[in-house]
């Protein structure tokens, strides 16, 4: 474990460092990083999504193949195998989450999978888990994690959960205007909403669990997006959070699980290349500006004026999404695969790659670092030698 003067916190008896690694699918948080961050004594997560895309023998299986079950079930073994090394790699230190999107439409099967194969946490977001607790009852060990992005959100969650005599062992806020890939705003103009901002979402939330009669330290609050600086560590923390979340630094580390091209293009990205665009879930999303981006985009409204809703418009298959603007014809959200363009990006593909990025620049820049010397940056704010 890291040495550091920052306060740990614990999930389930876990004593941990106050940064958590965030889910990145498509492959993207697979169980190198994961496993890596959880060897360090703090949260790994893998993104539950695809994580076939990992395994040549699976990819085989499934070539050519639109079958729904078969590659659901395919799915399922790689999402197994991952949970499996990570926990390997990380040897009883940390703890391996596993992020399960609660817009995707096998995500029950999923946040069963991942309890079976030992996930120690369930973290879901992109939609109210509102179910999470009935999904896992078999599964008390397992720690649940929910993510929101306003109070109200938070409220309602607590208030269903309560009913059912189950609270989250921590919730991660993620604020929209600063996070990578779905953003938790129904509106891109709603994404700089005063009420996403972490002061004043800490302190409503503070006196929510008073009101609920829930003790303060019994869930801890990790805030999420825009956090690339151990001095913004310390402020969150001072206000209240008990840890932080990131993705895109630790999706551009050495042991990052996508190809080094990915790592590159999120590393070398300008302000203004990241973009903000609907996806195809219907929810704001923010990425790099790629040519397949930029493309799409060109001609995203004339796709939009010529929407049709048939099951066959799903390019791989898999019908991943329990709506998908390109499959359901909906004119409001994106008209692309989702699932094939993060499968580029994963491969390193910058001309049909869909890469997902937060807003703020990157603790390293440009440079690509082992994951101990990230976390040592977040925790103490020494940086290596040679950036």
């Not at 920052?6 to 965030?22: A, E, S, Y």
């Not at 999923?110 to 179910?131: E, H, K, T, Y």
């Not at 060990?141 to 938070?154: F, H």
């Not at 409204?301 to 791989?316: E, F, G, M, V, Y």
Request: glycine content about 8%; some cysteine; overall charge neutral.
């Amino acid at each position: 474990m890291l040495e550091t003067h920052l306060p740990h916190f614990n999930i389930k008896n876990k004593k941990l460092l106050p940064v958590v690694q965030g889910g990145m699918g498509v492959g993207i948080s697979a169980h190198r990083l994961a496993g890596s961050v959880a060897a360090l004594g703090a949260a790994g997560t893998i993104a539950s999504i695809d994580l076939r895309h990992h395994h040549p023998d699976l990819i085989e299986q499934n070539r050519h193949c639109r079958d729904k079950p078969a590659l659901d079930r395919l799915n399922l073994i790689a999402l197994d195998r991952e949970v499996r090394a990570a926990l390997e790699t990380a040897a009883g230190a940390g703890l391996v989450a596993v992020n399960v999107m609660k817009a995707v439409a096998e995500h029950a099967a999923l946040v069963r999978q991942a309890c079976a194969s030992g996930a120690q946490a369930i973290v879901m977001g992109a939609g109210l888990p509102l179910d999470l607790p009935d999904l896992t009852e078999d599964s008390p060990e397992v720690a649940l994690i929910p993510i929101l992005s306003d109070v109200r959100g938070i409220q309602i969650l607590l208030k269903k959960w309560l009913r059912k005599n189950r609270l989250p062992d921590a919730i991660v806020i993620e604020h929209p205007r600063y996070a990578g890939g779905h953003l938790g705003a129904p509106k891109p103009e709603e994404i700089n909403d005063p009420r996403f901002d972490f002061p004043g979402i800490l302190e409503s939330v503070f006196q929510m669990f008073k009101e609920l009669d829930i003790e303060r330290e019994r869930i801890p609050l990790i805030t999420a997006g825009g956090i690339n600086t151990h001095e913004k560590i310390r402020s969150l923390l001072a206000l209240g959070a008990s840890a932080v979340q990131l993705g895109t630094p630790f999706a551009v580390t050495e042991e990052g699980d996508a190809h080094p091209n990915f790592k590159k293009v999120l590393a070398e990205a300008r302000p203004e290349d990241i973009v903000t665009f609907m996806s195809v879930a219907g929810l704001p999303a923010r990425a790099v500006l790629t040519p397949w981006l930029s493309n799409y985009l060109r001609r995203e409204a004339k796709l939009q004026d010529c929407t049709k809703s048939h099951p066959d418009r799903c390019a791989s298959g898999l019908h991943c999404l329990t709506q998908c603007g390109l499959r359901d014809g909906n004119p409001k959200a994106g008209q692309f695969c989702i699932d094939a363009q993060l499968a580029a990006a994963l491969r390193g593909d910058i001309s049909k790659g869909l890469f997902f990025r937060g807003a703020e620049s990157l603790p390293f820049g440009a440079a690509i670092r082992p994951v101990r010397e990230l976390m040592q940056y977040l925790l103490t704010g020494a940086r290596p030698a040679s950036t």
